[in-house]
């Protein structure tokens, strides 16, 4: 019967050409867009190198002083404040303390480029997994010591040596010459956490030590033994934020920072406050609701065009109940066009979404930006399409199922 | 066979009442040709209708082979038309998307009878209507003829007790007009299929075994006659 069904499915779009590109026409475009969308949103907040293992880590990326006016003060927390407090916890297993990006200048020949710089600790290279086209991250002896090292990125490597190695090379920057001990894959500037042109070890930092105050340019990530004790950091971090010592007690009565998840991280600025809120599920909520707008758009239209087509197919929904067709087989017979159509419609829209991701890529307006179609948007993507059929298919079908076959034969 | 006890059919809207059948009583015997003639609007079709299951009665008993199927739930009486009736429509009633052969499989499809059997069957039925060369075409490139030959291989693919037939001809010439009654006389009387039709050819009518007369929901006049192959 499921194959009369499909083979009859089939047979309609065949020959309703233009109801066919109609209807997929909403849909495909609606389900590449939202493919589109959740690569960049993968790009942005998913695990992938070298952030991985988010599942077990931990971010602290601002510190807020509440002054007494009921003023914020809120920027990066401090390399001095990460190092004297963040340092001595217990519960973490691992961490790392970096620098959020900031740009300088280098002189590659007479041509002047413009890059981005970040200091990070030694453990940065353990905490974060980069790929090492060449040489090493430089180690905790070379940070001790003020070593002049750097780590660069391909991009940068390739525009100052071109095709040639850069390990053991210098690189000028302003007045400075730091020695190259290794190269890594780039990283999209949306992932400020590890994307940089050059990493300096944070003993070159000019403010390192000095900066005595807790709001800095620092961010730390911490990771847990497993993704079950992340809880047990976040409560230690907590309790450790009430010994900070408020810095100017006269001028500010407290300071907030957290220990949060990654997305968390992003989400409580914007939409969560100090306390237990992080915003992730008001972004989860708001995107939800977003979605699911944009997908009725299409559903709606989908469902306005088979109900109209109801009374152009009135006759054959007469005969078919002549001939013994019951409601509930008309109702799946309906349901599995509309399936078929939204299925022909998922494998489209990834083709156009493969496309769109391909362009994307290509046009390099995010620079080092590389969408990709991976497995679980694919599912997503035919999930969509289904719930898409599902939707758009239960009424009409419904409907048209429940048209009293003599008076369909009238029609 | 068919056995029609105080049928009554009330049409309603909000505003009128339409009485389209009034104290119908009859009854269709096994193997019989029986022809049904009125003017339009008389409540020949409606009766025809409710005959094969596609419309309910107001009131009023209808018994199948002794069993009354008035208010059976609807995958009982899908069942009931798809093993003992077939229909055959004026206007066809084909499915423009499916092919002459898939058009002709359909009743056979809600059977559940395996594809090799449908297409041996639904071959059979073409062969009995002289379409077995069309199995391919579809419904838009053919005669209205052929496509009511079509119907009729439809109707009989699955072997049904009874055809009910609503003006079979109403759309042909008169030379495709008796190429049709003639195929239905055959299964008549070759077959043995009790036939139900609704006419308005005064002619062909006299060609079936009994003729009934309708008017404003009415029964008014029964003749018999001894049924002809022209």
Redesign the interface.
Known sequence: ?LR?YLK?AI??LL??KFYTFISMFGISITLAILLVVTSFWEHATGEQAPEVNLDRSLVVSRMKLKDKRGGNYMDGASFYFLDHYVRKLSTPEKMSFYSFPGTVSAFIGDRKVNLDRKFADAAFWEVLKFKFIEGRGYTAEEVENSQSVAVISRSFKEKAFGKESAAGKEVKINQDKFRVVGVVEDVSFVRYHTSGDLYLPVSLDKGFQKNKNILGNYAAMLVAENPGRRKEIQKEYAAMMQQVEIPEPHKFESAHSHADTYLASYTRTFLGNDETNTGVNTLYATIGLIAFLFIMLPTVNLVNINISRTMERA??I????????????LVLQFLVENLVLTVFCGVLAVGLAYGAMEAINASQFIEHLQLTINYEILIKGMLFALFFGLLSGVYPAWRMSRL???EA?KI | MIKLTNLEKVYRTSSIQTLALHNVNLEVEKGEFLSIMGPSGCGKS?LL?IM?L??NPTSGQILLDGHAVANLP??EL??I???K?G?I?Q?Y??????NVLDNVE??L????VSGAERKKLALAALEKVGLSARTKHYPNQLSGGQRQRVAIA?AIVGQPEVILADEPTGNLDSVMGEEIMNILLQLNQQDGTTIVMVTHDESQAKKTGRLIRFFDGQQVNTETYAAQLS
Not at chain 2, 109 to 112: G, V
């Open positions: 019967m009369n009859m047979k309609v020959r309703k006759s054959e007469g005969a078919r109940k002549a001939m013994g067709a019951s409601s509930f087989s009293q076959a003599a034969l | 409606t209708n094969g596609l419309d609807d995958r899908a069942r038309r798809n093993r009736l229909f429509f206007s009633h084909l499915i423009p998307d499916l359909l009743p499809i809600y059977r559940k439809r």
